[in-house]
């Protein structure tokens, strides 16, 4: 079973992870005396950390107690039928005794098409006033973290995730960026350009996409520095059938002071500098074609204000909480932080 990993119901959930990444199954069997007792995917981890659940905590805890599977003898025909009713992507074969001797994939199975690839907008039109006085001459995206400009390291991490089709919406310096990225023939893709003439917001600009893409599409700031696997978000989005999803991270804030908790004028308690967590937008989403129909022609909208309308019709938002590396590339401390640590991250 090359690219599939076996862990025990004790392994940590941090080790699993890293076993998970290293196959090409996404996925982790979990055994016991040989035989399968539960999986793990991405996918279980992400929403166990959304409930708090920490990396050290064992598999155990995060683990799908009753997988679907098959019996050895599948067909292919039946196991695609029933990894599609059950909006899964990867089907274990078990013998009589309960042991896995192999296991399916749905991307071996379905057949695809050209139609079924995803477009990918990069926001690249802000004014970057954080980074004044870099920003005088030069756009943010363009600016070099490492060896490349920003919004090159974002395109290039898509491109090795096999998208093709992008859009990078332009307004601040325009001509700049248009003249650094081209056509995109230089990376192998499709670059078209989306220039507002007005500002349009971190949504607006969508209006101005030449038709409606046939599935759904990403969404990236484009001053961000992410290794977020765009196909675990992918598969996510489905399974949860999404309408919108939108990435989140995990923020602490320590109140530097002894909290007191009381009640009335009676003192129940001290905390000494706790801290708050928090899960915050970090600006990587993946919409439905049909989210341009909460838009309007040359109107300005954020982001958050486009997904809230989303919500307030009925759709299914969710929220995607990222376990790899993020940074937002807004200001002169953080670029320095990520120059430090482009090479050791994406070298």
């Not at 025990?8 to 196959?23: C, K, N, P, V, Y």
């Not at 929220?319 to 401390?333: A, K, N, S």
Request: proline letters at 5%; glycine letters at 8%; aromatic letters at 8%.
């Amino acid at each position: 079973m090359n690219g599939v990993f076996v862990v025990s119901e004790d392994t940590a959930l941090i080790e699993t992870l890293r076993r998970i990444d290293q196959g090409n199954m996404q996925m982790a069997l979990v055994e016991r005396d040989g035989k399968i007792v539960g999986t793990v995917t991405d996918g279980d981890v992400r929403r166990a950390l959304l409930s708090g659940v920490g990396l050290d905590a064992s598999v155990e805890q995060v683990m799908n107690r009753s997988p679907i599977v098959a019996p050895v003898g599948t067909s292919n025909a039946a196991a695609l039928t029933l990894m599609r009713r059950h909006s899964i992507h990867q089907l274990p074969i078990v013998d009589a005794e309960g042991r896995v001797t192999e296991v399916k994939l749905i991307g071996d199975l379905a057949v695809t098409s050209p139609s079924d690839d995803h477009w990918v907008v990069l926001m690249a039109g802000g004014l970057g006033s954080r980074l004044k006085p870099l920003t005088d001459q030069t756009p943010k995206p363009l600016i070099r973290v490492g060896d490349k400009p920003i919004l090159e390291t974002v395109l290039t991490g898509f491109i090795k995730a096999g998208f093709g089709k992008f859009f990078i919406s332009i307004n601040y310096k325009a001509e700049m960026i248009r003249e650094y990225f081209g056509d995109g023939s230089a990376w192998g893709v499709d670059i078209s350009y989306l220039e507002e003439r007005e500002r349009l917001g971190t949504a607006g600009s969508l209006s101005l996409l030449p038709e409606r893409p046939k599935q759904p599409f990403f969404v990236m700031n484009g001053d961000l520095l992410t290794t977020v696997n765009f196909d675990q978000m992918l598969k996510y989005h489905r399974e949860h059938q999404a309408f919108t999803t939108v990435c989140v991270r995990e923020h602490s804030i320590t109140v530097p002071f002894g909290v007191v908790d009381f009640d009335d004028h009676r003192l129940i308690g001290i905390r000494e500098k706790p801290t708050q967590k928090f899960f915050v937008n970090a600006g990587v989403y993946l919409l439905d074609p049909d989210v341009l129909d909460h838009l309007a022609p040359d109107v300005a909208v954020d982001m958050p204000t486009l997904i809230e309308a989303t919500i307030a019709d009925g759709k299914t938002s969710v929220v995607f909480p990222l376990r790899e590396y993020w940074i937002d590339v807004g200001r002169l401390d953080d670029l320095q932080r990520a120059s430090d640590e482009f090479q050791r991250i994406f070298g």
